[in-house]
Nanobody, 125 residues
Framework: QVQLVESGGGLVQPGGSLRLSCAAS????????MGWYRQAPEKERELVAS???????NYADSVKGRFTISRDNAKNTVYLEMNSLKPEDTAVYYC???????????????????WGQGTLVTVSS
């Protein structure tokens, strides 16, 4: 089994900054693409940013220039640095990852859509 645990959410004023972290745990062999999604009240979940195992980044237009995604492969962790936050960034932020595990008895397994539990980001004065 694998697990993603997010941290770093909270209340911040418009124009402020937050840094989200998401750590993967389990019998991890490799992690391919990792990403951050968000879901605002009464809206669909949307991709915020993603990063491949090789470091190729992809951002939603609404966050380009303000958010930065990064990862530490040694720690199986992905980060989202959020600057110049706006009220419209208010949402529950979810981490997502494509994870491969290894077990000596069962070999390699793939978990392509692992989700964290979510962390709430509120941007308000």
């Amino acid at each position: 089994q694998v697990q993603l645990v997010e941290s770093g959410g909270g209340l911040v004023q418009p124009g402020g900054s937050l840094r989200l972290s998401c750590a993967a745990s389990g019998r991890i062999f490799r992690i391919d693409t990792m990403g951050w999604y968000r879901q605002a009240p009464e809206k669909e979940r949307e991709l915020v940013a993603s990063i491949s195992s090789g470091g190729i980044r992809n951002y939603a237009d609404s966050v380009k220039g303000r958010f930065t995604i990064s990862r530490d492969n040694a720690k199986n962790t992905v980060y989202l640095e959020m600057n110049s936050l706006k009220p419209e960034d208010t949402a529950v932020y979810y981490c997502n990852a494509d994870i491969f595990t290894y077990d000596r008895s069962f070999g390699i397994d793939r978990y392509p859509e692992v989700w964290g539990q979510g962390t709430l980001v509120t941007v308000s004065s």
